[in-house]
């Protein structure tokens, strides 16, 4: 599956544990939307529904000079094109959320060893190359109950975003361009999720393609980055390790096998939340 979809998070993951996620939607995936099939190349130019509704209430990201807007719109931005019809308000979101990408400098813990192996260092400018290598352009559409961000199979190296997802915190948007990425490229099945388990522990997961049977798939790598944020980013603010950490818990979690648990918590380590264990390998799941 290649749609990031999370429920709405905010200021509330301050004070809810990751057992709180088991509320909101979730539903299962339209059928256009799907790991990426075929070549870039092949397919024609395709802009999505229009008709991109106003901006969601939430704190306005600081103004730009128009000068910098419009050298994004015409040249796209860390080698990433921007589609025009992107509004300015996401836009101008889009490029602080990449501008802040970039910005991550590393403490002296070092990355792990998927991190390293996936990212590189956790550095901004590894990250945006992780980013370039897959994302040749991000667009937007308007509402759809179905995702906040996802990959067509139509673009295998575009993301398409909706207003959904800047309803997110910082982090959880980043998230989300780390996710998608995993599932764009040239090859079909790429890094596909699976149906989450019918006993999972989260009922709203029951029955979804928002799991995966790999450490390395769209969860992992977001798992890994986020873990890797929380203990790793040297110029990171509170609030972001706090949400990475939140974050990273429920991700983490999706990862079904107990092979890939077991290379993933080797990888970052365990965690618990409450006195609560996480990870499917281990005991009292």
Known sequence: MTIHKRYALGAALAVIAAAAYAGGFRRD????????????EELPNYSG???????????APPSFPAERLAEARRHGAYGIAINS??????????????DFLGDIRPNNAGPTRLHAKIFGQVHGADYLRYLKAGVREIRMEGDNEEFMAGVYDRQPSVIVLTPKLFLEPEIGRIASYIHENRHTGKLKGSWAHVKCPDDFKIKAYRGKF????????AYGAECIMLKNIHKGCANCGGKI???AELYFQDT???ILTTEAQTALWEDIGRYSVNGNSYG???PGR
């Open 49 to 59: 529904p229009s008709g991109i509704p106003p901006p969601l209430p939430s704190p």
């Open 29 to 40: 995936i339209p059928a256009d939307l799907r790991d990426a099939p075929r070549a870039y």
């Open 210 to 217: 928002i799991c995966d049977n790999t450490v390395l798939g």
């Open 252 to 254: 983490c979690d999706r």
């Open 280 to 282: 499917s390998f281990m």
């Open 241 to 243: 390790r706090m949400d």
């Open 85 to 98: 019809g992107v509004p300015d308000y996401y836009l101008r979101t889009l490029l602080l959320d990449l």
